[in-house]
Each structure stands twice: as C-alpha cells, then as structure tokens.
C-alpha cells in the first residue's frame, strides 16, 4: 500500500524546513568567523521560495481532498493544523534569514523546536493529533486512512448502482407510457370507426322506416279499391 502523496509531500516539506534551519545556522557561523556565506544565502533564498511554494500547495490539495471528501473531516482539521504550524516555522524562518548577525544564534532554538526555544524538539506531525489516530503508528495511520477512502468509495459506489437502477427504471416506466399511448391511440382509432358505423346504420334504418311506411299506405289503397272493384260488380249482377 503506497504512503498519502499528502504526507508524503508534507514530510518533504518538513525536511526542507529542518535543512533551512540548519544552512540559516551555518551561515550566522560564518557571519561570525568572518567567513563568506555569499553562495550559502542563494541557496538559503532559493529553499525558501520552495518552501512557501510547497506550504501553498499543501493548502491547496489539502482543501480539494477535504471538499471531494476524500479524507475525514477530524484528519482534515489535524492536517490544517500541521500545515498552518508549517507556515508559522516559514515565517520564522524568513525573519531568521533577514535578521542581524547578533539575533541569529537566540533564534537557532526556536527554528530547531518549532517554538520558542525553551523545550525539546517537537515532531509536527504529532501535534493536535486527533483521537481516532492517537496511538497508532505510521503504518496502521495510513491503513486506517486507506480504509475510509475505501469505504468512501464503497458507498459511492453504491450510491451510482442506485441512480442507475432509478435511472433503467425511468426508461422502463417512458417505454410503458409510450406503448399506452399507442394503445390508446388505436382504441381511440376503433371508436372512431365504430361511431362513424353507427351513424350510417342508424340512416339506412331510417330510410327503411320511411320506405316501410310508404309501402304500407299504398297497400291499403290498393285493398280498398279492389272492394270497391268487387261491391261494383256484385251491383251490376243485381241489378241484371
């Protein structure tokens, strides 16, 4: 399992800072032997420069990671606390760099311990450290770390599955909608055509009515005159 690029950067970063401290301390040794510390502060300038450059890159990823939510929030805070001691020793530093020759040596101690210069040297990576990290080693700092990222991911992955079960679910419920709608378009068609049935039964059974009616009339027009026919013969037959 590969080291946080993080803590990798930050360990260098830390490094750098103990190798400043240490080339501002020769450097006020040659000021004070009379020797010439000329190629000593180019190097000094330049290691500064990359320090500040470092410590704004720390910052940066570290608050990317924080926003993405690849780390806790509990070790987003202690890692805020250890660049922001980080950017307080650049500081000191710089100041150590510009000052005169007589505040050089009070000053190696506090740039050696990270602080005044009234204890031991202070590991920064153990200051403000959270609860759920205390007691732990290297080793099971970076296990443990690994295991949230993975559970992040766990559930991330998860959380993706979900949207695209919604999502095939989505696209299911607009294919049935489409299919009903066809449906419905076809019943609508049907009843259409059935209506339009309807209406010419229902004339060709008014027209019938009509032609039945008239047949009736001239068929009792035409009984009634045969009697009338028969009643004049059986006249004449009297009447011979």
């Known amino acids: 399992m590969s080291q946080d690029l993080w803590l990798q950067n930050y360990d260098a970063a830390c490094r750098l800072a103990q190798e400043i401290a240490e080339n501002i301390h020769e450097r006020n040794r040659q000021l004070r032997t009379g020797g010439n510390p000329a190629k000593l502060n180019m190097t000094l300038r330049a290691s500064l420069q990359k320090l500040k450059q470092n410590i704004a890159q720390l910052k940066e990823t570290l608050t990317r990671a924080s926003a993405q939510r690849r780390i806790m929030q509990a070790e987003a805070d202690r890692r805020q606390n250890l660049v922001d001691d980080l950017a307080t020793r650049e500081t000191r530093l710089n100041a150590s760099f510009k000052a005169d020759i007589s505040e050089a040596e009070p000053s190696r101690s506090s740039l050696m311990t990270g602080g005044n210069g009234s204890g031991p040297a202070v590991n920064p990576c153990l200051v403000n450290e959270s609860e759920e990290t205390r007691g732990l080693s290297f080793g099971e700092i970076k ?7 993975e ?16 999502k095939q679910m989505g696209q299911e419920i607009g294919n049935e909608l489409e299919e009903q709608n066809e449906i419905i378009d076809d019943l609508a068609q049907l009843v259409d055509k059935t209506d339009s049935r309807i209406k010419n039964e229902t004339h060709r059974v008014k027209l019938l009515d009509t032609k039945s009616a008239s047949c009736g009339e001239f068929s009792a027009f035409s009984t009634a005159c045969k009697w009338q026919s028969q009643i004049c013969s059986l006249w004449s037959v009297s009447v011979l």
């Open 143 to 149: 296990h443990q770390q690994q295991h949230i990222i």
């Open 151 to 166: 559970v992040q991911d766990a559930g991330l992955d998860a959380l993706a599955a979900v949207i695209s079960r919604q």
